[in-house]
């Protein structure tokens, strides 16, 4: 039997600070079906007056659903980098409980976590049981939890982040891949790709893609992150990374998350469409291969 077609995942990226409305026109323009929100984005909404359920009808209107939480850091014992810039404190200043709150409230199915932490700043040991407690409070609301790592903070490669979800060897708890993160970050790119077709089945349901070019385009890994580019624009094993975990059998998602001018010059309808169009270009070549 085939392997399914993943369905469209919609990550606002750098498109955040554009407001809800026009995160649901991104959408809606590139014709996802789901879309993530940031604790953030979704604290700023409730405050505002805003209902969970007003949020749920807003979307439905155009054809979305809020699935996922894009991220959560307070899953493990430290939220952040001991002197994070203002933004990414503001970003995850929310305790775990507010964010199963927030991701309850919207019928989300998923949560998306990070460690946000410095590198070396948390064991191994004390990550695992992190985990695998945050796992447990997520599955009583029914709820996935995927770790993602990303290479300048504290899980920084593909091979750390299994090794937590591998120790919490919990039921609802996976990893997710951006295709960034793993070739930018890696010390041996052949090493990593054997490593991720070594993963069980189910494990990885959930990929982001972005492209960039080998040749670095800033002082720093960090700095990168501005120079992301749509799938197919740029120089990375984007068809290699995505093949392996589509060829495991359980792709239930894929978006891409861009940041930086090849996002940020777009309009939000012209910023979905692109979005979606070469996700579905990657993935058709992929699949027809």
Known sequence: M??????????????????????????????????????????????????????????????????????????????????????????????REQCLDMAEALGM????????????????????QSFGEFCDEAAKRRMRVELEFVPFWGIPDLKFAWDIVRGANRPNGGLLVDTWHLQKGTKNLEEDLKLLASIPRGVIQNVQLADALLVPQADSLYGEGRFRQFPGDGELAIERILKIVYDAGELNWIGTEIFGDAIDKLTSAEAGKRSAASTQSTFAELSSS
Request: charged residues 15%; without cysteine; negative net charge.
């Open 2 to 95: 085939p392997n399914k077609t993943p369905q469209l995942l919609f990550w606002p990226g750098s498109l955040n600070g554009r407001g809800f409305a026009s995160l649901l026109e991104s959408a809606w323009s590139g014709g996802y079906s789901h879309m993530a929100v940031s604790p953030l984005m979704v604290n700023q909404l409730l405050t505002s007056g805003r209902s969970a359920e007003e949020l749920r009808t807003e979307a439905k209107a155009s054809g979305v659903t809020l699935s996922h939480l894009d991220g959560v850091s307070s899953w493990a014992p430290l939220w952040h980098q001991s002197n994070p810039f203002p933004w990414i404190k503001e970003r995850f200043d929310f305790s």
């Open 109 to 128: 199915s998923s949560i998306l976590a990070a460690g946000a932490f410095d590198q070396g700043a948390v064991s191994l040991e004390d990550l695992i």
